[in-house]
């Protein structure tokens, strides 16, 4: 496996609307396994690939992350979230209702976080690594999680939800974020997406 390097908001590949995945093969299982990799190193629970450079629809999102998170808020004390990475191709939202907002964070906006107002339910359509087709119906995390970066692979960031405002601040922090990361390359542990 490979660590890839993740792409920071300003980078054009991440405002392209990506291409649907045609097959599933040695080059695609290569890149989800590399972008979960890369996903798990930089401490994220989801990644989409033009993060890491590619304009392709192919997202990875850490479910053992969401049932951790899942059990946490249904007031359970779950033990240690383990590390399940599933791959999800050519993701299409078939339906979605109600309304919730949660801070968000991303790996390609480090250093920062914002409510971002999105569907509280969504229903799912997509292929998985194993090429079969699921549709799955989600809430809570698992529903912001899908929606943040199914609008990855849509060319819109988290940060082009927020007001011009908070988004001119998002941007100075990111550039502020790498600066340090020159200085010290410990800083990259805080890029956390979803988990604060
Ligand atoms: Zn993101």
Not at 60 to 75: N, P, Q, R, T, W
Not at 165 to 184: N, S, W
Request: with cysteine; net charge negative; proline share 4%.
């Amino acid at each position: 496996m490979t660590l890839l390097k993740i792409k920071t908001a300003g980078d054009a590949v991440l405002k392209k609307k990506a291409r649907p995945v045609a097959a599933i093969d040695d080059s695609i299982k290569k890149l989800a396994s590399d972008m979960a990799e890369t996903m798990q190193t930089a401490g994220g629970l989801g990644i989409a690939a033009p993060q890491v450079g590619v304009s392709l629809r192919v997202i990875v999102i850490d479910f053992g992350y969401l049932d951790f998170e899942k059990a946490e808020s249904a007031g359970e004390k779950p033990a240690e979230p383990e590390f399940r990475p599933v791959t999800i191709i050519n993701p299409e939202i078939l339906d979605k209702s109600g309304v919730s907002s949660i801070s968000e964070g991303c790996l390609s906006v480090p250093g920062y976080r914002a409510p971002v107002e999105r569907a509280s339910h969504i229903k799912v359509r997509f292929t998985g690594i194993d090429g079969k087709e699921r549709i799955i119906e989600a809430e809570g995390l698992t529903a912001i999680a899908f929606q943040h970066e199914i609008d990855h692979i849509d060319g819109i960031l988290f940060i082009d939800r927020i007001s011009t405002l908070k988004r001119g601040i998002a941007v100075k922090k990111v550039k502020k974020f790498l600066e340090d990361i020159e200085e010290d390359g410990d800083k990259v542990e805080n890029a956390l997406y979803g988990k604060s």
